[in-house]
Structure formats: structure tokens, C-alpha cells
């Protein structure tokens, strides 16, 4: 608590978070992090995912989060990967790269323009 006390003013304090420590709590500062989304889709079957990690790991980006979706009613299957600090000619030429067969590929910001880690 005597560090949150501290936080000499609104962002400082902003940047600090709680974190469990065996039963006590200490503070700790992060950094926000550009993060960017992107979601491919495909109709049942055709979503390779082994194919979107090697474009991933070829194109060495840094992934923080992924999920996978199947819409059984709408007939689709999607896989969304989040993405830090990756610059947009690479999230151009990955979307392009997974394009070019029968995935479809959105590119957009998460929920939240910045993580923490």
C-alpha cells in the first residue's frame, strides 16, 4: 500500500498493478503495448492452422493471445492471434501470405490499443 501511496500523481498510479504474492501484495510497474488482431476465417475444414503458426514463426512475430472459434449454424471456422508490437508492412505481408489460398484474413486492433505485460 505505501508504494500505491506514493504514486505522485494519476498516470503513475495508473501504470502500477496489484500482484499476489503468498497471501501479501506488492506492486509493480508495466508497460502498455501495442497490440494488433489478426482474425482469419475459413468454412469448416480449410482453416489450416499449422499453416498460419509457420507464417507466424517465419515471419517472427511475438504472439500474447490466441482463440479459435467454429460457428456450426453459420459455417465457419475462425482463429484469432493477437499480435505485439508488430510492424504493419509485416501484418500486411502475413495477411496476404494467408490470403492467397481459401482463408480470409482481418487485421484490426483488440478490444483494449494497448496490453500490459
Same mark, same amino acid.
Given at each position: 500500500? *505505501?508504494?500505491?501511496? %506514493?504514486? *505522485?500523481?494519476?498516470?503513475?498510479?495508473?501504470?502500477?498493478?496489484?500482484?499476489? /504474492?503468498?497471501?501479501? *501484495?506488492?506492486?509493480? %510497474?508495466? +508497460?502498455?503495448?501495442?497490440?494488433?488482431? /489478426?482474425?482469419?476465417?475459413?468454412?469448416?475444414?480449410?482453416?489450416?492452422?499449422? *499453416?498460419?503458426?509457420?507464417?507466424?514463426?517465419? $515471419?517472427?512475430?511475438?504472439?500474447?493471445?490466441?482463440?479459435? $472459434?467454429?460457428?456450426?449454424?453459420?459455417?465457419?471456422?475462425? /482463429?484469432? #492471434?493477437?499480435?505485439?508490437?508488430?510492424?504493419?508492412? %509485416?501484418?500486411?505481408?502475413?495477411?496476404?501470405?494467408?490470403?492467397?489460398?481459401?482463408?480470409? #484474413?482481418?487485421?484490426?486492433?483488440? +478490444?483494449?490499443?494497448? %496490453? $500490459? #505485460?
Amino acid at each position: 500500500m *505505501a508504494l500505491k501511496a %506514493r504514486a *505522485a500523481n494519476l498516470n503513475e498510479a495508473a501504470t502500477m498493478i496489484r500482484v499476489g /504474492l503468498n497471501g501479501g *501484495a506488492a506492486y509493480r %510497474r508495466v +508497460e502498455a503495448v501495442n497490440v494488433k488482431r /489478426l482474425t482469419i476465417y475459413a468454412s469448416p475444414g480449410p482453416l489450416r492452422v499449422i *499453416a498460419v503458426w509457420k507464417s507466424l514463426i517465419e $515471419h517472427q512475430v511475438q504472439v500474447c493471445g490466441w482463440s479459435a $472459434h467454429i460457428n456450426c449454424a453459420g459455417g465457419q471456422e475462425s /482463429l484469432s #492471434v493477437d499480435l505485439v508490437d508488430c510492424p504493419p508492412d %509485416r501484418l500486411a505481408i502475413i495477411s496476404a501470405a494467408l490470403s492467397a489460398g481459401t482463408m480470409t #484474413v482481418l487485421m484490426g486492433d483488440t +478490444e483494449s490499443a494497448s %496490453r $500490459h #505485460v
